[in-house]
């Protein structure tokens, strides 16, 4: 599906880095600053699963009926 990979790109780009960028400074300061690569990648890894379980579910759903 080219919607959910355009969407993960654009997660793992900008939207989810400059989010835990902002909250993990905000947390732990300029800490935070170099842990929030490392949280942005779980949480796109996570997002990503959670795509990958939807397209999978659809296609099933698709196949039955």
Known sequence: MPA???IL???RGLIVIAAS???MS???G???I???PTVSEASCAIIGVLMA???RDKG???QQG
């Open 21 to 23: 960028l902002y909250a």
């Open 4 to 6: 959910y990979g355009i």
């Open 34 to 36: 170099w842990l929030s």
């Open 9 to 11: 790109s654009s997660c």
């Open 30 to 32: 300029s800490l935070g």
């Open 53 to 55: 379980r939807a397209a």
């Open 26 to 28: 905000g947390i732990f």
């Open 60 to 62: 099933k759903r698709r």
